[in-house]
């Protein structure tokens, strides 16, 4: 089990999600019915060597800004308030483990 207490290496990468950016009522139609605007924000994510996943607390415009952040986490821990606990990454170790298998 995951404890974000024991020391492990981590990889430090880049992960994209598509979010609402805005809203503009004037853009919105029946599949869009409040005018939602979406666009990719980028994110610092680690991963350790059993799949577990932790996020860095912050949204980013581009994946350049995002991987310039990441090459400044190269060696550290990512405990803290500032990390999120996610997913496990998939057929991981870690997402076997917590699926069950």
């Known amino acids: 089990m995951f404890d974000p ?4 290496p981590w990889e430090i990468g880049v992960h994209s999600y598509v979010k609402i950016v805005g809203t503009d009522t004037e853009c919105a139609d029946m599949s869009n019915p409040r005018g939602h ?10 991963r350790d060597e059993s799949g577990y996943q ?9 994946q350049e800004e995002a991987e310039r952040l990441a090459n400044t986490f190269t060696g550290w821990d990512p405990n803290g308030d500032d990390w999120i606990t996610i997913d496990p990454a ?9 699926a069950g298998v």
């Open 5 to 8: 207490n024991t020391p492990a």
């Open 54 to 62: 932790r996020e860095y607390d912050l949204y980013l415009g581009t």
């Open 37 to 46: 605007i979406y666009g990719t924000l980028w994110v610092v994510v680690a």
């Open 90 to 98: 998939y057929g991981s170790p870690a997402y076997l483990d917590q």
